[in-house]
């Protein structure tokens, strides 16, 4: 469960703090200088994401769709208005800018094309089945058949992902007609009175086409319009379907109470029900006439009034402290005792409600004068319901059908228009499947915002909790939503790219760095075709299941626009409702991504004519989208000639793309122009002809092979065979899954993945960037979307990739989930699952024991200290509360220990190893592997393959294994913002390392291999993992940076310090010992410490007053290599003394040479000024340079008597006349006088601490 901790929440006020001060009028470029760093907030309407000049409405909304191809406007059907009348017909073609467009090929493509039942033997084929009714076509991973499925909630999920991608506008430029043909399975002969042509029938369907952008004359519906689309949306992934694309709307979505003096204050939170679900349009206007002043009318759901704001969604109050309405006149304030009407507000463009059941549709009608939901039908006084409505396209595309009956014309019902449910995005209604997705996210927000007061005030720093309050005791609702929508912002960032997307191609390229370059908006032929994939994976049912195991299944075009249907009428809470659709969508496989479409979506009769397949096509059509051909020639020619891409030259290289090839015939059916099937007046016949051509046989036309080859009279530069007319929707779903997995064929595979790194690269707040080196990042490598829904619905254990279908649901604490002859229960309780399907097994608060099978399986400690062991497959382990043991197994496995002291044996594969808080032991394993130790004192080990380490929090034992592994001893912070003091051992392991100390005083082992080594903040250590061999290390070398100790082996090692700033020690205590060699101190600050440890060593300390010993060590060890180990530090002396040399250099050092006869260096009398603590007369010896000190010293050895005195006066013999060293035995102290003469200032070298007998003898003097 993601929970903010103190440090993650002094970042987020700071980034707050930028976006008040920006809105109070400082540039976001004044605030945060370099325009690549991921500070500040995001806006409502996302301008200023990216700063550089000209750039900053990349990735806002209201702006164009661009365009990765050419635009196509294809030539369409004649219109006839009046059937068998006598009005001309007139041809119609989607190049006009304005009115109608009348085509019938959407409608008969789709019924030979995408038609999943035993009509279509195609769909027969591949379903295995020519049952009556719609055949499921089940879907499977591609390459990997035994893996679990996707699910019903993946789709649903999709959906929710689009709608915060993409709106397109849909009025004021005409329609598109589709009329049907008289073999089509909805043609009606007699429409509604039973009587052909009396005028009644509808054998017609209707696409609204997308509003074009008024041309030069500035009207729209002219003949100088622009075909171009606008984006009503932000295209990032930023939750707009839960915050708005403009700040207008966020106002009246936000929770408001009244100030003492009684202005409105915002609370934090997100506007909630009477249950603390989703708010209503009923609700919202309550709100906004009681606390903000403002009397919203019906008609405001369509397009809101505009609001005076900042960026960020708050409103701008007037002079009486209220929201104020911007009108072409001025502002106009709210008003408590009599709110103010929005007639005269300017409009936002920006709709509450999108989809809106039909009977509550208030455009150009009067409320019914009733209190109930339902309208009255004409002449019958039956009361008609609003539930069961049509919808459901991705953009709100629609085909005009609605909910109930006929109503009565001329009124709609408020009641039921009160009861939708109001979001951020409008089409929160279009399913309540959808609802229950939002409904996550809306409770994940008010979490945050009760979790941020908690961890506020548990500091108990007045400072920090004023930074949270207007004044004492009153929180800063401004600062707490804001707070709450970074957090749940991120969470749905990271599941969307590591969940969603990365399902649907796992290829998207991980994230590098923010490139300011992109601009991530999303484009025409992602918005308007490819994304509309979701719909061939779409069911007949929506499924419930009731927490009891009950199921409440619901046929699917029942769930669009029923908003009652949601909570059942208030039978459920919001919780229970959403609860009830997770179980069930989460249970209930997805149709196959294919050219085939559920009946539900193809053949709703509610209302006009139905067909989601056909409204895709023609929206493509609509807005300009090539065919599929051309766009993979474009493709082609813009990567390059990727063979991927290659544009089909003929019928037999599209057959031999298909997925399911059984297609083939139904798509020379619909697009083949070969003259038995261009010929042929008939669906049945069009198909039969297209077999002749595909199978042959007696009715074969001669020219079949060269008609399907391309060649002969159908060669290219002969009349096209139809290749280059197929849609580019449906062409694209038929075509096979990519060799290297993913859900897509190549060409929907290559938009998909160029749209979703845009987002992610061209995004200045993605998730990897903005929450690097915080707690927050952390919890969010821990967190799962099943996680997010399970605490926000109460729905029970879920498979931890939750759009996964799972094959049974295995409750220990409900024997009766435990699916016959597969689960087995040991005398000491352990519950074992015996079968190789993909499980789900909850545990209980008591300390279980359960073992998994072969398959993908979620185990689920929950209390307890639970014993978890995952078997073969890719699993996911939960230990939850309490000190759990996880044991891995084979398989790309999830292990998360939670709270408690958790012991994780990850087993083969390429795991991620998350230890939660705790103590906690992560052992080694082989294959490649992801650690996030997490809070508390953790111990890691790495095995033999590639290991990711990241000690998080604490105090942390990190070991690297045989290969080259990264180590991190903290968060990975990359921007030094927020100061993790973990004092951490780091052991770099025998391969290429990479280790990072970060903050806190931390230990650094090396071993073999060549290792970067970045010690951090604090006062760190660089020592030497096998302490047996000589070893050489400079602090100056370009693989270390910012170590200030370092320790040798023992054996003959060179250590070298550097003259770099250091980091001050300040508690040395730490170390065992260390004080002591700091003569008691507890603080060092002058430069580096170097340890040499055994043997002969030579010790050269640079710049800065260091401290050298010659035989003193720093070593490490482990209570025990188990949850709870604690690390020991401490100083040891070498047993034997070497023989050493010091070496001090700049700066007033302290050496300690220890054991043996150690030799203290000068190279020049500047280096001098040093400690000599235990110089030993006879063994020691003080080494100096002659070329450095001069004063006519020579390479001789020994020191000549003549140039050495000592007295208890420390002046030189003044008749000596040459360089001459001066012992002074009063205070050890030892000078250099370059001349002899007295007369020159000297120059002291050291002080020898005990005042031992220094002679001529104990100095050497060498080149």
Known sequence: MVEFSRDDLTFIVRQIAIAEANSAGQPLTDLIGDPSLPFGLRTVAGTDNNLLPGQQNYGASDRLFPRLLSPVFRDAGVLDLDGPGGMPSTPTSYARTSGIVSDSQPRRISNLIADQTAANPAASAVAGSAADGPLPIPNSVPGDPGAAPFNTWYTLFGQFFDHGLDLVEKSGSGAVFMPLSPDDPLYDAGGADGVPNSGDETNFMVLTRATNQPGPDGVLGTADDIHEQINRTTPFVDQNQTYSSHPSHQVFLREYALDAGGHPVATGRLLAGADGGLVTWGGIKAQARALLGIELADTDVTDLPLLATDAYGRFIRGPNGLPQIVTSSGLIEGNLGAPVSTAEAIRTGHAFLEDIARDADPTGKTADPDNAVGLAGPGSGEVVTGGGAVGGAGDGDSGGGGAGGAGDGGNYDNELLDAHYVVGDGRGNENIGLTAVHHIFHSEHNRLVDQVKQVVLATGDADFIAEWQTSPGEWNGERLFQAARFGTEMQYQHLVFEEFARRVQPGVDEFEAYDTTIDPAIVAEFAHVVYRFGHSMLTETLPRTDADGSSADIELVEAFLNPLGFSRDGALTSDQAAASIIR????????????????????????????????????????????????????????????????????????????????????????????????????????TAAAAVVLGGADAPDDRLDFLAGTGEWAADRPGTGVDAIDFWIGGLAEKTLASSGLLGSTFNFVFETQMEALQNGDRFYYLARTAGLNLFVQLEESSFAELMMRNTGVGHLPFDVFSTPDHTIELADPASFPPGLVEVAADGTVAYLGDGHVVMGGTTEGDRIIAGGGGDALWGDGGDDWLSGGGGNDALVGGEGDDTLLGGDGDDVLKGGGGDDSIDPGDGEDLLLGGKGNDFIGPGTGPKEVFAGQGNDIVIAGEDATALNGNEGDDWLAGGGAADLLAGDNDDPFDLTPIPGNDVLIGGDGDDTVRGEYGDDIILGAEGADGIDGGRGFDWLGVADASGGIVADLWAINIDAVEGLSGSAGDDVLRGDDSAADRLTDAGLIDGLAALLMGAETFDGGNIILGGGGNDRIEGRGGGDLLHGDAALQVALTMHAPGGAILREIIIAERGGDDTLLGGQGADTLVGGEGADSFEYRTAAEGGDSIRDFAPGDDRITVSAAGFGGGLEASGRLDPGRFTANATGLSDADCGIGQFVYRTTDGSLWWDADGTATAEAVLIARLDGLPALGAADVFVIA
């Open 584 to 687: 069930g969508t989460t249970g209930q496989r997805g149709n196959e991504i294919d050219e085939f479409v559920t009946d539900a979506l193809r053949n709703n009769l509610l209302g006009l004519p139905l067909d989601l397949a056909a409204i895709n096509m023609a929206r493509a059509r609509d807005t300009g989208v090539p065919p599929l051909n051309e766009a993979r020639r474009e493709f082609h020619r813009g990567t390059g000639g990727d063979p991927a891409l290659k544009p089909y030259d003929n019928w037999l290289e599209f057959g031999a793309n298909l997925k399911h090839p059984e297609s083939l015939v139904n798509f020379i059916a619909a697009y083949g122009t070969h003259p038995d099937i261009a010929g042929a007046a008939t669906l049945a016949a069009k198909r």
